[in-house]
């Protein structure tokens, strides 16, 4: 008597359900775009009843800096990655009529931290600031116990799931460090963003653990400047290192002014122990900066003195 196939025998494919079917996938709005190509609000509603969930699609554009190869390698670092501080991967879905696909992540609805500190600017305070530095902190963190090296690490990659909870979400120019080395050497720089670059990443293009704690620095100041455009990095290096200078002496002036212990302006109001943090994370020699669990701890106690000061 011929067997009836057992559950597993059938297509695998409907086994994985991180393979989602473009079908399925419902346009609702476009949530970014850049050089990465664009962030479409989705909701994937497989029962075709608006049971669905509102999803995140990012869809591949390849372009000169990000190919195919790329992107798959996007979406096996997110899908490896399990943390509260860090996006969710929900699947992939290809579309074979235009040969592309597209990583799905769970919709967080406050959008950019950049668009949220600016709009919610008066209501924000220093606790909840450290909040949001210790979340991004706890997912550096993951994101270092797995070797891999964000390299882009800044405001505008961090993401608001609710008023207290902020997430890292874009994991594009992400690289895992080889097992007998403590560093990765990129070969095609690309579009750079300097400004967030510790300065071996800016002279010598080695991005390692360290020089994302650099990165983290920048964005702690952009967390307590509440991501002002008149504070951005960019526009505060620009001004230092001379505004009408042009291409590559770009990076070699700003490596130059860092050398010469030239710092971006701490942000006004910023409170004393959170400044020493910074400064620790702009250490020129990379031994000298603190590692993320280090940092963790050193934000956790400041949050529980700036309880007891509250309190008092
Ligand atoms: C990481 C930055 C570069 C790429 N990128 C990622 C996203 C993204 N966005 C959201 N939510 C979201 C919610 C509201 C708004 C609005 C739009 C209208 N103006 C006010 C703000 C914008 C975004 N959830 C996500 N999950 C995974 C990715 C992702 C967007 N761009």
Known sequence: VA???RPQDLSPVSQDETLLEERHLRYVSLLGKGNFGTVELCCYDPMGDNTGELVAV??????????LEDFQKEVKTLSALHCD???KYRGVCYSMGRLTMSLVMEYLPYGSLIGYMENHRNSITIKRMLLFAFQICKGMEHL???RYVHRDLAARNILVASDSLVKIADFGLTKVIPSDKEYYRVTQPGESPIFWYAPESIGESRFSHKSDIWSF?????????????????KRLCMQEIGPNVQGTSISMLLLNALKNNWRLPVPPNCPPKVCSLIKQCWEYDFKDRPCFFILANQIETIMQDERENSKG
Request: glycine share 2%; proline share 8%.
């Open 3 to 5: 067997q009836s196939p």
């Open 217 to 233: 620095g920048v964005v702690l100041h952009e967390l307590f400047s509440y991501c002002d455009i008149n504070c951005n990095p």
């Open 144 to 146: 270092q116990t797995q």
């Open 58 to 67: 990012k869809k591949l554009q390849p372009n000169k800096h990000s190919t």
């Open 85 to 87: 501080y860090i996006v």
